[in-house]
């Protein structure tokens, strides 16, 4: 009854009775004051009505509380002269009349929700005191039927756990150290070790002689010492199945110790792993795969430019030949000029320098390893290309400008990749401008945009293929005779992978765009 009566429903919580108050009296003004109700000449009974309401749902302060507001809206609203708070001494007695309706209706109204609820309390309680007397009597009933509603419960949880073992490839087992006894082995821990679950259970001595041989004794050394701590283990071995199989095992054991501390048993499971090994190792020699092939894609490239490297070496090679002659021309002098012969070796120690610096340079780019990351200097990078490759724009005439934003933040990823990218996309705008008429210029530039690294190569070669602007970035798909497809699909990786993307257009007048966007990695304070 008192879910279809809302007269008979429970107290809100104490700021929805305080809403009541509010809502109830702001609903009494606006009904009152509706003119198409013609109210406005007797509001009271309205205002009496809210708290009224106000004292039934909230009790004692929600209803004081409807009564203040009642009352000066009525003051406010109702008395002469209207829409004034000022002093109204004529309309006092009128205001005090309404005020002590007010409470009293107030008081009723708590009062009357106070005695309902005492005998709906009282009605409750003869409800319960029939209801348990039910519940007595039916108890013997219901027991029978949870009983038999718990053991089908218990042979479907079983089943579920079977269905989950089977499916993750998980069994589950119990044994005893003191004695080396196997106490308990699941469906699955049979099938996952090869044993027959009819062929009763199995001995320790039988599983034992199954691990393989190389990995025996570290099960023996990881069971012996976590009976000794009393502790749990995890380790991972091979297993030789009936038939000559040989799985990978994960296993897991918890000590189960009495309530004097003393090892009972060892729980725990066997996860069959083999097929998780098999393809953690595929995808190892897939990325040894891909690593050896942007190797080979930084050695074909770099085959290319041996006459530029050629005489990028060869400068400072021949500045280091003159100074050294000029070293020996003040040393050999009637007086020595030490000063000057000293300036000359070093400028020698210079020359030398920046040549080690060059196959430096190039040796990394040969390199053959696994990704390092570290915090990189994307303009620095960016500079040791173009010292690199300016030679071969100098070969073909092709004007390099570099637009580098300062206070440019660094990025994490690896500094061989990242200047494997510069070289590819310069080397192609330097290949795409060869035979170009009019100028040829390449402008490489950086700046930070939000929280991404932006670098740009532009230059003023053919362009993009339009019909195929689609295929740009795919394996084996390449505009020059002489290019193998794989640089634009390996920076393409290197750039994602880095967690950037790499981008092409073709320019509005001539040339083409190639950007590529790095996000920036908070640099760690030493």
């Not at 500045?319 to 009637?334: G, I, K, Q, S, Y």
Request: one cysteine or more; a neutral charge.
């Amino acid at each position: 009854m008192p879910r279809f009566n809302p007269l008979l429903w429970p107290k809100p919580p104490a700021i929805w009775s305080y809403t009541i108050a509010v809502l109830s009296v702001a609903a009494a003004l606006t009904i009152s004051r509706w003119p198409a109700l013609h109210l406005q000449d007797a509001p009271v009974s309205l205002f009496l009505c809210a708290v009224i309401l106000s004292a039934w749902f909230g009790g004692i302060w929600p209803g004081l509380l409807a009564t203040i507001l009642s009352a000066f809206t009525f003051y406010y609203f109702f008395l002469p002269p209207i829409h004034s708070l000022g002093a109204k001494p004529d309309e006092i007695p009128r205001l005090l009349v309404f005020m002590v309706s007010a409470l009293f209706v107030g008081s009723l109204s708590v009062a009357q929700r106070s005695a309902t609820e005492s005998l709906r309390r009282a009605r409750d309680d003869l409800r319960k005191t029939v209801q348990e007397l039910r519940s007595t009597n039916e108890a013997l009933q219901a027991e029978s039927r949870e009983r038999k509603s718990a053991e089908e419960s218990l042979r479907r949880s079983e089943g579920y756990l079977a269905e989950a073992q089977r499916l993750s490839h998980t069994g589950s087992w119990a044994s005893i150290p003191a004695t080396g006894e196997i106490k308990y082995f699941s469906e699955e821990c049979y099938r996952v070790l090869g044993f027959d679950p009819y062929g009763g259970q199995p001995q320790y001595e039988a599983f034992f002689q199954r691990v393989h041989p190389d990995d025996q004794a570290k099960l023996s050394e990881a069971v012996e010492k976590a009976g000794r701590g009393k502790t749990e283990f995890e380790l991972d071995y091979r297993f030789v199945r009936p038939s000559g199989e040989i799985r990978d095992i994960h296993a897991v054991g918890h000590p189960v110790l009495s309530p004097f501390s003393d090892l009972v048993e060892f729980v725990g499971t066997v996860m069959d792993v083999t097929e998780r090994k098999r393809a953690e190792q595929e995808r190892e020699r897939l990325r040894q795969a891909q690593a050896d092939l942007a190797r080979a894609n930084r050695v074909t490239t770099m085959g290319e430019l041996t006459a530029s490297v050629a005489h990028e070496v060869n400068q400072p090679i021949a500045a280091a030949v003159t100074n050294a002659n000029t070293c020996l021309r003040w040393l050999t002098r009637e007086h020595p000029d030490l000063e000057e012969a000293r300036a000359a070796a070093m400028r020698i120690v210079k020359d030398g320098t920046r040549a080690a610096e060059i196959i430096k340079r190039i040796r990394s780019l040969f390199k053959k390893g696994t990704s390092e990351q570290e915090l990189v200097d994307v303009n620095e990078a960016i500079r040791e290309i173009i010292a690199l490759l300016r030679g071969e724009a100098t070969r073909h005439s092709i004007a390099v400008r570099m637009e580098l934003a300062a206070d440019l933040p660094r990025i994490m990823g690896d500094r061989v990749q990242l200047q494997q990218v510069l070289m590819n996309l310069i080397v192609n705008s330097i290949d795409a401008m060869k035979d170009a008429d009019g100028s040829r210029e390449l402008d490489i530039k950086s700046q930070q945009e939000n929280d991404h690294v932006l670098v740009s190569v532009c230059d003023t070669g053919l362009g993009l293929p339009l019909q195929q602007a689609d295929q740009l970035f795919n394996a084996f798909f390449t505009t020059k005779p002489h290019g193998t497809g794989m640089g634009l699909s390996i920076s393409r990786s290197i750039v994602e992978s880095h967690g950037g993307r790499l981008r092409a257009a073709n320019n509005a007048a001539r040339g083409a765009s190639f950007s590529f966007t790095l996000p920036i990695k908070a640099e760690t304070k030493e």
